[in-house]
Structure formats: structure tokens, C-alpha cells
């Protein structure tokens, strides 16, 4: 079964995001809560909701921006996931925890834009960019590397060699993150419906 987030369902309907929340609290629209306390619902629920209130159907959406997120940290996993749920594009998010996971499932996503940790398990970030880079499997990938690496030297000659499209270092403002995911993905130019106007 497919499932949206509150975001895609406020973006459907033209309303807010807490539209949409208040749709949920009041029972008019049900949702399920995830292990990490997301609400996420139904696409059959939310068309029978739109049925049943006489709204009118979505137009037929075109394809999200597709972000991955790999990073062993979850805290840092929800914090970005909350963030781009609140974005005025459509964002189709999704997280790993270790470098192998990961490059298993910038295969298999394709994803538009990559946030990318520098320390972790299996393979660490640099290496997975570089393997990434070295394949003809994304082409517009944008590359945004978050890292509380120790030795700061080592690590931004690391990355200045690496050329990422955006750094930012733990402690970051998740703000300035969202902004720069916002604005790499908008600069790709791709046919998505929610482009802003």
C-alpha cells in the first residue's frame, strides 16, 4: 500500500500543512503514525477523503524530487526528514544508515539529490562519492556532504577534492540545509510539478 505525507496531501488539496493536520486530529482523515512519529496516509484514504468531500482530484502528479539521505545518525535523519516534509516542493525523502545501504540505494532510487555523511559504517562518504561519480547511473546527482568530522584540515582537503554542491558541518542550521537542498534541486531544471511559479 502507498502511503503520502501530510505535505503531499496539502499540496494536492492547495490547503496548509496544518489544514491537513487538523483534518487528522478531528478523525475526518485517517492516518497511520510511523515508528518515528510521522504521520503518513493511505493514497486509498486520501481518495476517499477527497470523494467524500466533494473535492476536486489531483491533478495526475508528475514525479517528486527524489532525495536520500545517508547518515547513521537518526536523530539527524528525522530533523532533515521534518524539515523537507515542511517544503514547498515535492519531496519524495528517503534514509540509510551505513555507506553500503546506501550506494545500494542510490542504485535503486536514482535519487535527484544525495545528503550525504562523510563518517560511516561499511563505506565511509568520500569513497561511496567516488564510486557514485565513477558510474553513468546519475547523472544530475547533486551531492550535499554533512560531516562532525574531527580533524577539520584533513577532512575539507578531502572534500575540496571531492567538489561536492554544498558542505555544511555538525552543528548545522537546519534551516541553511533545507534552503540549499531547496535550491540544488531547483536548479536541475527538471519537469516536476512543483516547481514554484
Given at each position: 500500500?502507498?502511503?503520502?505525507?501530510?505535505?503531499?496531501?496539502?499540496?494536492?488539496?492547495?490547503?496548509?500543512?496544518?489544514?491537513?493536520?487538523?483534518?487528522?486530529?478531528?478523525?475526518e482523515l485517517q492516518c497511520v503514525v510511523t515508528p518515528g512519529g510521522h504521520w503518513r496516509i493511505?493514497?486509498?484514504?486520501?481518495?476517499?477523503?477527497?470523494?467524500?468531500?466533494?473535492?476536486?482530484?489531483?491533478?495526475?502528479?508528475?514525479?517528486?524530487?527524489?532525495?536520500?539521505?545517508?547518515?547513521?545518525?537518526?536523530?539527524?535523519?528525522?530533523?532533515?526528514?521534518?524539515?523537507?516534509?515542511?517544503?514547498?516542493?515535492?519531496?519524495?525523502?528517503?534514509?540509510?544508515?551505513?555507506?553500503?545501504?546506501?550506494?545500494?540505494?542510490?542504485?535503486?532510487?536514482?535519487?535527484?539529490?544525495?545528503?550525504?555523511?562523510?563518517?560511516?559504517?561499511?563505506?565511509?562518504?568520500?569513497?561511496?562519492?567516488?564510486?557514485?561519480?565513477?558510474?553513468?547511473?546519475?547523472?544530475?546527482?547533486?551531492?550535499?556532504?554533512?560531516?562532525?568530522?574531527?580533524?577539520?584540515?584533513?577532512?575539507?582537503?578531502?572534500?575540496?577534492?571531492?567538489?561536492?554542491?554544498?558542505?555544511?558541518?555538525?552543528?548545522?542550521?537546519?534551516?541553511?540545509?533545507?534552503?540549499?537542498?531547496?535550491?540544488?534541486?531547483?536548479?536541475?531544471?527538471?519537469?516536476?510539478?512543483?516547481?514554484?511559479?
Open positions: 500500500m502507498k502511503y503520502i505525507t501530510t505535505g503531499e496531501a496539502a499540496r494536492s488539496c492547495g490547503v496548509g500543512i496544518n489544514t491537513v493536520k487538523r483534518w487528522i486530529q478531528k478523525g493511505a493514497e486509498q484514504e486520501f481518495q476517499h477523503f477527497l470523494k467524500t468531500h466533494k473535492m476536486d482530484q489531483p491533478a495526475a502528479a508528475k514525479r517528486p524530487y527524489k532525495v536520500l539521505l545517508i547518515d547513521d545518525d537518526q536523530p539527524i535523519c528525522s530533523l532533515i526528514e521534518d524539515s523537507l516534509e515542511l517544503s514547498s516542493l515535492d519531496i519524495e525523502f528517503s534514509c540509510a544508515h551505513d555507506g553500503y545501504t546506501g550506494l545500494m540505494k542510490v542504485g535503486s532510487i536514482q535519487p535527484d539529490l544525495l545528503i550525504l555523511d562523510i563518517m560511516l559504517p561499511e563505506i565511509n562518504g568520500l569513497e561511496l562519492l567516488s564510486r557514485i561519480r565513477k558510474t553513468d547511473l546519475c547523472h544530475q546527482l547533486r551531492v550535499v556532504v554533512i560531516t562532525g568530522a574531527g580533524d577539520l584540515r584533513v577532512v575539507k582537503r578531502a572534500l575540496e577534492k571531492a567538489a561536492p554542491d554544498g558542505i555544511f558541518y555538525k552543528p548545522f542550521a537546519i534551516a541553511e540545509l533545507t534552503a540549499c537542498i531547496e535550491q540544488q534541486l531547483e536548479s536541475q531544471q527538471l519537469s516536476h510539478s512543483a516547481q514554484p511559479a
